[in-house]
């Protein structure tokens, strides 16, 4: 969606029952929900951590496991994930 030297940002939207595909973030990154999301996240490492997220609030998250996301809700869910590269003029 948008991007420059210091931040990358992303829209996110998966159907009932779709997965985004494997994938790794190497920056850390906020998650601001633009629809409600029940979400099950599945890690490289084996775990898997639901998510409940509510329009209005905004997700920190760092960087790191390579992980996928699966809407297990019964609504299309949507998001702007924005991306922090660095703070330096």
Not at 48 to 63: D, F, S
């Amino acid at each position: 969606m948008f991007e420059n030297e210091r931040v990358r940002v992303w829209a996110v939207n998966l159907e009932p029952g779709q997965r985004q595909p494997w994938h790794k973030h190497d920056l850390p990154y906020l998650i601001v929900p633009l629809t409600k999301g029940k979400n099950i996240m599945f890690f490289d490492d084996g775990r898997e951590k639901e998510t409940n997220e509510a329009v209005g609030e905004v997700l920190w998250r760092e960087p790191g496991i390579p992980h996928e996301l699966l809407n297990v809700g019964d609504w299309h869910y949507s998001n702007v994930l924005i991306e922090i590269k660095g703070t330096e003029s």
